[in-house]
């Protein structure tokens, strides 16, 4: 069935397969553990036990999800050896220590202070409590920040030369410090709270119209909403700098993301369109004029390459131009979602039921946005796996398709059952937590709804 297939566009998926099952789970971890420290640091300073209540549920859902994306980044740093040896081969001396820091300086840390967190709670102090909740919470960010200085690098690689077909480091500075990192970890760091506002919010109001009215779960969505209405309008700005760097650095996936096929000033945003390679245009297009050289350029009649300006040398147009569509979607429906649902609370200090519903079916919104706007990185870099530097194809090993194929149907299988676990055991929980409590002395009357604010 795979033997027809090319090897490197199944390596390929089998990569994407694994690297989109990961990132959902970092991608959760990296925030919820600061949500986690501001419910404790509320705690602290108020002595309101609902804070402490929604430490306890949220520090198990952490708990899962740490303990997912552990297996599931061991599982795809193997494929560096058996699917893309060049990879190692080539650019070692800069993958290998990035990847080793992340390592000794950030997950040793979340992973010895993760069990004072589930478990010192009555065993060390409140303050040492607090601490290691501190210490996980930064280990997660510093993980992001390895991982994103090696992902960065690959996309705008610096401070290294090439000697007999390897790379070599000549500043660390300038490698780590690459020219779109600062932008990519910014996107991320909001990418990741958005995910997690929305699903403190979505869970929370699950248990709210399940007539859960505690105060914690009011807690809860209430940081989630506001999280959410506060980051989202950061991210907008954040991407649009992050837009203006890579059109600097990687034209070519600029004009994948905006179809624009020839080059031309005065470039028009396209809306909707079916993109055609083999007519070089977009079928069905809809358009504002000269409105991508106005947010890409700053100028009406700025000049923008298409994809006519690289010869064979660009990403595949379709899956970058649909990826970047859903990113932006789904992020101006957290942004009308939010700043309504920030609006409700602030004048009725609860949700109306649509509402709640609403943040209910939203609550893996942060994961769609997310994968997009992955995809969108990452297949916007090909042919190159380090761009300018290593192409896929070089890099690819010589396992056989079949034996890539079956590897693969048997990852998406696994993949698929474990998101539905993981699901399914996240709204366990929140159910749990709900008939744990004895509503007739949790609930909140409406003349509370003010004071648990």
């Known amino acids: 069935m795979f033997a027809s297939v090319d090897p490197v566009i199944l390596a390929r998926i089998q990569f994407a397969a694994n690297i989109t099952f ?4 970092p991608t959760i971890s990296i925030s919820l553990a600061w949500v986690l420290l501001f419910f404790k640091l509320r705690y602290n300073k108020t002595g309101d036990e609902n804070w402490m209540d929604a430490y306890r549920v949220w520090v198990k859902i952490f708990a899962l999800t740490f303990a997912l994306g552990v297996v599931s980044g061991i599982t795809m740093s193997f494929q560096f050896g058996t699917n893309w040896p060049g990879y190692m081969e080539t650019v070692g001396n800069i993958a290998g220590p990035l990847l080793a820091y992340e390592v000794l300086t950030a997950f040793f840390l979340e992973a010895t202070f993760l069990g004072i967190m589930l478990f010192g709670m009555r065993r060390v102090s409140n303050r040492m409590h607090t601490i290691a909740t501190l210490l996980v919470a930064g280990g997660t960010t510093l993980s992001a920040f390895w991982i994103l200085a090696l992902n960065s690098w690959m996309q705008t690689p610096a401070g290294f030369e090439m000697i007999d077909g390897r790379a070599h480091v000549t500043s660390w500075i300038e490698v780590i410090f690459n ?4 932008y990519r970890l ?3 760091l909001l990418a990741s709270g958005l995910t997690v506002a929305f699903l403190v919010a979505g869970i929370s109001a699950y248990r709210w119209l399940r007539n859960d009215r505690s105060r914690e779960v009011l807690h809860s969505m209430h940081t989630g909403v506001v999280l959410a209405a506060i980051l989202i309008p950061l991210q907008i700005v954040a991407g649009d700098l992050h837009g203006l760097n890579t059109l600097h650095h990687q034209p070519a996936k600029i004009a994948a993301m905006e179809g624009i096929w020839k080059t031309e000033k005065g470039a028009p945003a396209v809306l909707f369109g079916l993109p055609n390679a083999t007519t070089q245009s977009n079928d069905f297009e809809i ?14 009649d700025g000049e923008i390459k298409g994809i006519d300006a690289f010869a064979d040398r660009h990403p595949p147009v379709a899956p970058l131009f649909f990826a970047f569509r859903i990113m932006v979607g789904v992020g101006l429906l957290m942004l009308a979602a939010s700043w309504v649902a920030a609006w409700q609370f602030r004048k009725r200090r609860a949700p109306a039921p649509w509402m709640a519903r609403l943040l209910v079916a939203m609550t893996f919104s942060g994961w769609v946005a997310l994968v997009a706007g992955w995809y969108v990185t990452e297949i916007g870099r090909q042919p190159y796996l380090v761009y300018g530097v290593l192409t896929t194809a070089q890099a690819a090993s010589k396992v056989p398709a079949t ?4 590897t693969l149907a048997m990852y998406l299988t696994l993949y698929a059952v474990l998101i539905v676990a993981y699901i399914s055991v996240v709204f366990h929980l929140a159910r749990k937590a709900g008939k744990s409590k004895d509503d007739s002395s949790q609930s909140v009357i409406p003349g509370q709804l003010r004071s648990a604010q």
């Open 22 to 25: 990961h990132i959902l789970f």
């Open 179 to 182: 020219p779109s990192f600062p």
């Open 186 to 188: 910014v996107h991320m």
């Open 287 to 300: 358009a504002i004029p000269k409105l991508a050289s106005i947010y890409l350029t700053h100028k009406v």
């Open 403 to 406: 034996m890539i194929g079956s």
